[in-house]
């Protein structure tokens, strides 16, 4: 594991309870928290295929998010993330190293597991 390594993490609010502007203002709440954090770098998700009645969310997927950051800062981003994702109901996609993991977690138990996982797949 390399400490200049960059990582990228994609969240995916998924709640099937919630409409889809509301899980865009937790992934938007959630990055306005993010943004605070030195030496990461945290946007909204740009959709790709906009609709063409310009009805989209500002040209945003709605209920994404990504975060970069470099190895070192990992532990403190997972931290971050497992505090303020409890009770979400999320999907992560980790990148780096060109590997890919995915997981997802819809409750407290699974957000631990989800967590783990991304942190181990960093470090390995």
Known sequence: MLE?????VTIQ???????????????????AQILD???????QVVDPNPPAEGKGIGGFLAGF????????NAKSIFQFLGDRLLGKVIELEVEGN?????????NQNE????????QDFINS
């Open 13 to 31: 609010f998924n709640d099937p309870s919630l409409d889809i502007a509301d899980r865009d203002e937790e992934a938007r709440n959630l990055l």
């Open 111 to 118: 957000l631990k597991v989800a967590i783990q996982q991304a």
């Open 37 to 43: 954090i030195d030496e990461v770098l945290a946007q």
């Open 4 to 8: 200049n390594s960059k990582f990228k």
């Open 65 to 72: 998010l990504t975060i970069e950051f470099y190895t070192k």
């Open 98 to 106: 060109g590997k890919k993991l995915k997981v997802k977690a819809s």
